[in-house]
Structure formats: structure tokens, C-alpha cells
């Protein structure tokens, strides 16, 4: 069985400050792990996405997240927030090539 | 190329009655797949087709239909509707079998099912 557990279900921060979201997923084997973000009212878009190589992992936007398996996490983070940033975020976990495990979502809202 | 596009945008639907949602991908892609978006739960996967031809179920694939008789076309059919499918639908594509490639969303449509 797998699945994601988003800690934050909302994340409010100040522009300029950094950002982290937190996700930790269950799974008896190696995942796939993505980062997907939605705008409002808009359909998602990847960030960045995990596939057993560098633990690191660099996505757009000057996103990036860190692959523990010890800890079974793979959390979000951006060094300096901006206002764009404020969306709804989806850690997402598949063990298979057909299906997707989506987390419940975090929501960050950027204060001026 | 127009990546992923959904009809309609938005629809009022009264209890009892069916309608298709329509996706639509131009970029070759083989993977295809419905999901549904509800306040507190991620996206939830409907019905997902690896190929034209060739469909299978995901995790709640009740009240819902679908096929994919062409590599571009994957519609959704609400046989008949009820309160508890007012959600945000959203398709989306794959260029390969792998899931280490990217998945492409469409826009999503929002249906009220009153």
C-alpha cells in the first residue's frame, strides 16, 4: 500500500522569507516522488519530481526537495517566497507506472 | 501544440441526468487519465487508459464511464448524476508508459450536480 501525508493543510509566510512544506509518505518500496503546484483556478503543474537518483532535487521556480529515506519524507522548500508562490501544493507518491497517490494539499498564502 | 484541453469549463447538471466531459491531447501521448478534485482530498484517480482501446479502473470509479477509441480523445460519461459527483474534473496526459514522465493537466471543468 502507499500513501502521502501532507503535514500543513495551510502555510502562511512573509515575501522574502523561506518556505516549507512538509510531505512524508508510506511505501515497502523505492517511490516515484512529485511536487505538483495549482493555481487558482487553474490545472497543476509539475515542480519537480524524484526518481531514485540525486536525493536532492531541483525544480522550477527556484524550488527544491530533499529525498530522506530514513525518514520517509520529501519536503518542499524555497530559500526566499514571492508572492506568485501563493497556491495550492500536491506531494504526490507511485509505486506503478499507472496510478498517482496525491496528498490532501497544502495551501500557501505570501504576505506582502 | 494546445497540451490538454478539457469542455466544458463549467456545468450545472440536475440529479438523474448524464452528460460527457470532454479531453482532448495533441501531443501523441498514450497514457490518459480522469481525476477528481474535492476540498481536503488531493485528486483522486477515475478511470485511466494506457492506450487507445484500453481502459482500467482507479480508486473510485463508480457512476462513471469511459473509453478511448482514439489516441487523442478520452471522455468522461456520468451515467447518472448525483450530489455527490459536484467536484472539479480534471484529465490529464502522459508521453510514455513510465511514470517518470511528466503528467500534463488540463484546466479542469467544474460540474454542480444539484
Known amino acids: 500500500a502507499q500513501s502521502v501525508t501532507q503535514l500543513d493543510s495551510h502555510v502562511s509566510v512573509s515575501e522574502g522569507t523561506p518556505v516549507l512544506l512538509r510531505c512524508n509518505y508510506s511505501s515497502s518500496y523505492s517511490p516515484s516522488l512529485f511536487w505538483y503546484v495549482q493555481h487558482p483556478n487553474k490545472g497543476l503543474q509539475l515542480l519537480l519530481k524524484?526518481?531514485?537518483?540525486?536525493?536532492l532535487v531541483k525544480g522550477i521556480n527556484g524550488f527544491e526537495a530533499e529525498f530522506k529515506k530514513s525518514e520517509t519524507s520529501f519536503h518542499l522548500t524555497k530559500p526566499s517566497a514571492h508572492m506568485s508562490d501563493a497556491a495550492e501544493y500536491f506531494c504526490v507518491v507511485s509505486l506503478n507506472d499507472y496510478k498517482l497517490s496525491f496528498g490532501a494539499g497544502t495551501t500557501v498564502t505570501v504576505r506582502a | 501544440n494546445a497540451g490538454v484541453t478539457q469542455t466544458p469549463k463549467f456545468q450545472v447538471l440536475k440529479t438523474g441526468q448524464s452528460m460527457t466531459l470532454q479531453c482532448a491531447q495533441d501531443m501523441n501521448h498514450e497514457y490518459m487519465s480522469w481525476y477528481r478534485q474535492d476540498p481536503g482530498m488531493g485528486l483522486r484517480l477515475i478511470h485511466y487508459s494506457v492506450g487507445a482501446g484500453i481502459t482500467d479502473q482507479g480508486e473510485v470509479p463508480n457512476g462513471y464511464n469511459v473509453s478511448r477509441s482514439t489516441t487523442e480523445d478520452f471522455p468522461l460519461r456520468l451515467l447518472s448524476a448525483a450530489p455527490s459527483q459536484t467536484s472539479v474534473y480534471f484529465c490529464?496526459?502522459?508521453?510514455?508508459?513510465?511514470?517518470?514522465?511528466?503528467?500534463?493537466f488540463g484546466p479542469g471543468t467544474r460540474l454542480t450536480v444539484l
Open positions: 490529464a496526459s502522459r508521453g510514455g508508459r513510465a511514470i517518470v514522465y511528466e503528467q500534463f
Open positions: 524524484y526518481t531514485s537518483a540525486a536525493t
